[in-house]
């Protein structure tokens, strides 16, 4: 499978492994493009026979994803639509990698935040560079929540304290702090990292599809019911758009540098002053 045609997104297979860099500049902002280019490059791997592994990684050396347009999220009605009975385009798109009969790994060196962070916490297993690597969900620092999964996943793989300590501090994670808490497997030296990622993708690559795809299905039946819980997430974090005071600090945040590069490599500080 040739995978041509992107913007953001550069794909090579080798031996059983896609490897996805991510270069949507300057901070990867997971825009319209970006999201539409993920939810494709998903379907094209799911269908993939050549394909065991999909690693996931960036050409920016400061953003992994720097988190969801916030225009994009101020485009949503201003009056919450009732619950959904199926899951949303984004929810569905961050799932198939979550369930795809492949292993897909995320190299972490830089910045993932909100929907970046959602995007991560969707693939299989996460690894990230000591001393560069931030993961964080400052949702609610502009008066919403996440709604790409955060919520859901977040309490799966560290608990629902610290799930809360995360979403409700709106502060960065680093590599070392987020290891301890099971938000990514391990966190490694940069200069160890690529090797590591190579090393196990390679070698997981090297195994049959089927017992792949069959140990995915397996661990998947033991893990509680996602489906629903992501519909519920969804259905909150509409309602927190819909208020009056997401909308003023979402303009807010805009009007003060979010979403350039400056502005994003502190994003905490900023986040701090919102209100």
Sequence with gaps: MPYDGYQCLKTRVDRGVAWVTIDHPPINLLDLQLIQELDRIGSELEAD?????????????????????????????????????????????????????????????????????????????????????????????????????????????MGRGRALEVVLGAEDFPADLAERYGYVNRALKPEELGAFVERLAYRIASFPAEAIALTKEALMAGEPPTVDGLIDEEHCFMRSVATKEARQRMKQFLERGGQTRESELQLDDLASKLG
């Excluded at 979550?98 to 830089?110: D, H, S, V, W």
């Excluded at 996460?126 to 969900?137: C, D, H, I, N, P």
């Design 49 to 157: 026979g050549e394909v065991r592994v999909a690693v996931f990684q960036s050409a920016n050396p400061e953003f992994f994803i720097a988190h969801a347009d916030v225009n994009l999220i101020l485009g949503l009605p201003a009056q919450a639509p009732p619950r959904g009975k199926t899951l949303g385009m984004f929810h569905r798109m961050v799932e198939r990698f979550r369930t795809m009969p492949k292993a897909t790994i995320g190299k972490l060196e830089g910045r993932a935040r909100g929907g970046g962070s959602e995007f991560l916490l969707s693939l299989d297993m996460r690894f990230a560079a000591l001393g560069k690597a931030l993961l964080s969900q400052p949702e609610i620092a502009l008066g919403i929540i996440p709604g790409g999964g955060g919520t859901q996943r977040l309490t799966r793989v």
